[in-house]
């Protein structure tokens, strides 16, 4: 793979080619208008519907690294309509992967599964690689897709090293739409981890001095190890942040919820004295990104900071869970 042109951004060999290609982009199930946002900003990209609350299809026409780095989806395939394969490896995305292509079948039933490979084998001349595919074959409800693997979350933009409770890349990413980065912001998030929110908020705004603590010194560590721009680690926690009043200008979070990481009898205590902090450290038109499953617990807890204002609510759904991000802003008199 090729270097960065910003943090955490890799364009695959092969990727950086003109296309002209129909395409179905997956993302997070709360997250398909934000997606539709950033792609109808992209020259190269038009024709964009949602098809569902997690998948958007649209039409790329152009380098299909403009495509590739938007961060707001995990995979991207072709939906089978007549020869819309054959179509993709003649001015598409198959196009620009290596041949013979290898693929795999993903389909429980195994006689399916059998079939599949071996009319792809005989049709399009691939060759079945389970343990090393560019493109797999699956079937969804609206019918059978194949996922392109070098425009997988992953291969794009690497693997990130992680704990059982980390927030997910795509999480995070939505996180960092919410919070509406500026250049050169000093961003914080109090509840770092393994750092993978601040990632995601240099990649958006590569400009800012991003911060995070963390009461747990093994997930600190792991964050270091993920990225080395990180400088500004430490650990300390949430009810007594290491900054001066009035001196962060976005706070960005995954609250602790949930069966892995605390308790709803120690968020009693928690989330009023994080917001007190959040309350104390944000700028005067600061805004802060709060995600949580334990969401009667926040809102008890928003409604006597008074220095904080709940101006919106978006919920998501990843993994059985569904937790909802709170926006918060200052009240208007205090900005």
Excluded at 23 to 32: E, F, K, M
Excluded at 208 to 220: E, F, I, K, S
Excluded at 235 to 244: C, F, G, V
Excluded at 283 to 311: F, N, P, S, W
Aim: charged share 20%; with cysteine; glycine share 8%.
């Amino acid at each position: 793979m090729s270097g960065t042109s910003s943090p955490g951004r890799i364009i695959t060999p092969g990727l950086d080619q003109h296309v002209t290609d129909r395409l179905v982009l997956r993302t997070l199930d709360g997250a398909a208008d934000l997606l539709m946002e950033e792609l109808r900003a992209l020259p190269s990209v038009h024709s964009i519907r949602q098809l569902s609350t997690v998948a958007v299809e649209c039409t790329v026409d152009g380098r299909l690294s403009e495509i590739a780095a938007c961060s707001l989806y995990s995979t991207v395939a072709i939906a089978f309509h007549g020869d819309s394969l054959e179509r993709s490896a003649q001015t598409g995305v198959l196009a620009t992967l290596p041949t013979p292509i290898g693929f795999r079948v993903g389909c429980e039933d195994p006689q399916v599964r059998y079939a599949v490979i071996a009319a792809v084998e005989r049709e399009l001349g691939w060759i079945n690689q389970p343990g090393r595919w560019d493109v797999n074959l699956t079937q969804t409800a609206d019918g059978w897709i194949a996922e392109i693997g070098p425009l997988s979350w992953m291969r794009r933009f690497g693997q990130l090293k992680r704990l059982p409770w980390s927030t997910t890349p795509l999480v995070a990413e939505v996180l960092v739409r919410l919070a509406k980065l500026q250049p050169g912001q000093r961003i914080i998030d109090p509840f770092c981890g393994t750092g993978t929110i601040l990632l995601a908020a240099l990649r958006r705004e590569p400009t800012a001095r991003v911060l995070g603590t963390d009461h747990d010194p093994q997930a600190l560590a792991i964050a270091d190890r993920n990225r080395q721009q990180l400088c500004g680690l430490v650990q300390a926690t949430a009810e007594a942040l290491p900054y001066a009043a009035g001196t962060v200008d976005r706070i960005i979070t995954n609250l602790p919820f949930g069966k892995q990481v605390g308790t709803h009898d120690a968020n009693r205590t928690l989330y009023p004295a994080a917001l007190t902090e959040i309350d104390r450290v944000l700028t005067a038109d600061g805004r802060a990104v709060l995600l949580t499953e334990d969401k009667r617990l926040l809102h008890k807890a928003i409604e006597h900071q008074k220095g904080l204002k709940l101006i919106r609510q978006r919920l998501l759904k990843y993994n059985g869970a569904t937790p909802t991000a709170y926006v918060l802003t200052r009240p208007r008199q205090r900005r």
